[in-house]
Nanobody
Framework: QVQLVESGGGLVQAGASLRLSCAAS????????MGWFRQAPGKEREFVST????????LYADSVKGRFSTSRDKAENTLYLQMNSLKPEDTAVYYC???????????????????WGQGTRVTVSS
């Protein structure tokens, strides 16, 4: 089992930056990839970014490309999401997720991830 705990959310104004963290614990050796998803009120959970854990290669949703950056501290088993130039439409609960399957690497589909954090809320005011 893998446990994921997100932190770093908050209320900011449009144009500001935030950095989210996701600390993984437990059977972290089983992680092939990790990702960030978000869910706005009344909307479905959507893909934000994904990282291949072994080498840190990443993919991003078009809506955040150029503004958000995903990184990791492999030694600390921590995933980060640096969010710059935030917009009101970025308001959502942000979740990190981990997959224990090679088939889940770079997946945009939430169903391919096995473990989820509890989420951290990000609110961007205009």
């Amino acid at each position: 089992q893998v446990q994921l705990v997100e932190s770093g959310g908050g209320l900011v104004q449009a144009g500001a930056s935030l950095r989210l963290s996701c600390a993984a614990s437990g059977s972290t050796f089983s992680i092939y990839g990790m990702g960030w998803f978000r869910q706005a009120p009344g909307k479905e959970r959507e893909f934000v970014s994904t990282m291949r854990w072994n080498d840190g290669a990443t993919l991003y949703a078009d809506s955040v490309k150029g503004r958000f950056s995903t990184s990791r501290d492999k030694a600390e088993n921590t995933l980060y999401l640096q969010m710059n130039s935030l917009k009101p439409e970025d308001t959502a609960v942000y979740y990190c997720a981990a997959t224990r399957s090679a088939r889940g690497i770079f997946s945009f589909r939430a169903g391919m991830y096995d473990y989820w954090g509890q989420g951290t809320r990000v609110t961007v005011s205009s």
